[in-house]
């Protein structure tokens, strides 16, 4: 399968790690990115000028697409790392055949707004994507580290295990090793939830609550998002295996990379939403998360006091005083 065309849709910070792996391995990739600003900039310098800027490219192993649809005929994996916000704007231009006899990979880690369902559910629906045919790429991996080639790790999962295990090739070098899951929902529920959790963790520490509350914190966010799992596989009748996605829930929390986590400090630090995006300059998924995990709790039926509480800071204009007081009997 190592001889498969490679289409990469977007160029944030996440994408262009991916671009980063899969070139320093050699391998051939078409990719699309909305900003003619950056694909002129790649061309000619050979590095990214808004994301991983420290990275320079082998642009001969790099054909550049400012046309979505055809970056993704020319592939044969194609990559999604649009953020969840955007891809239905990105995609509803395409023709609902666009996808035929593809090997779609989610590099995105958030839910899709308005419809409330992952990246699965809306390719199947919109353009006949067979599970089968549909994978996702998950942490615990920062997009900075990879730029400095520092050790991290990938969980490649496919309802087909062979997917898994075939893509998973693409990828594999000795700064970056693989882990191997058919948790395709799993996986992808869980980077939902870290990212909302990671929010809240910024938030905390913008507040002034310091490590021992924080260990504390992510302890009892890791049981909410167990409970939420247990809910969810009764209705997909799928086996969750939450316990592989504790390290990323681990790293989003704690890192200073963590593009939510810092979000959140500034909510904690007394930054409105509007004034957060701004200082931020780039898309926190948790802030979109929690309003589509509010939405598909209340739908369900469900409570998750964490999230409850992060998304009535982001969405209600709560007090992040007040609603952390709540966490804090939450976890006593």
Known sequence: ?????????????WSSALAKILT????????WMRSTEALEKIKSTSHNPHYLTSVKYNNALIHLYADIALA??????????IPSAYVVAML????PNVFDNKIILSAVKGILPNENVLLNTYL?????????????????CHAEEVASEKLSYLTFASADITLSKSVAAY????????????DVYGVQYAAVLKNIYALGAGIAHGLDYGDNFLSVYITNCFSELQQFMDIISTQTQHHYNTSAYLGDLLVTCYSLHSRNRTFGNFIGKGYSVNAAKLELNMVAEGYFASKGIHEICEKINYNLPIVQC???????????????????????
């Open 24 to 31: 320093d391995n050699g391998h051939t990739i078409q990719w």
């Open 124 to 140: 199947n629906t919109h353009f006949n994507v067979n599970i089968n045919h549909y994978g996702c790429i998950s942490g615990p």
């Open 1 to 13: 399968m190592l001889n498969k065309k490679i289409t990469i849709l977007g160029n944030g910070s």
């Open 171 to 182: 990828f594999n070098n000795a700064y970056l090793h693989t882990i191997i899951s058919n």
């Open 310 to 332: 992060i998304y009535s800071i982001l969405w209600l204009q709560q007090s992040p005083q007040q609603e952390f007081k709540k966490i804090e009997k939450l976890c006593s």
């Open 92 to 95: 509803e231009a395409c023709a």
């Open 72 to 81: 993704i005929a020319e592939g044969d994996i194609v990559i999604i790392g």
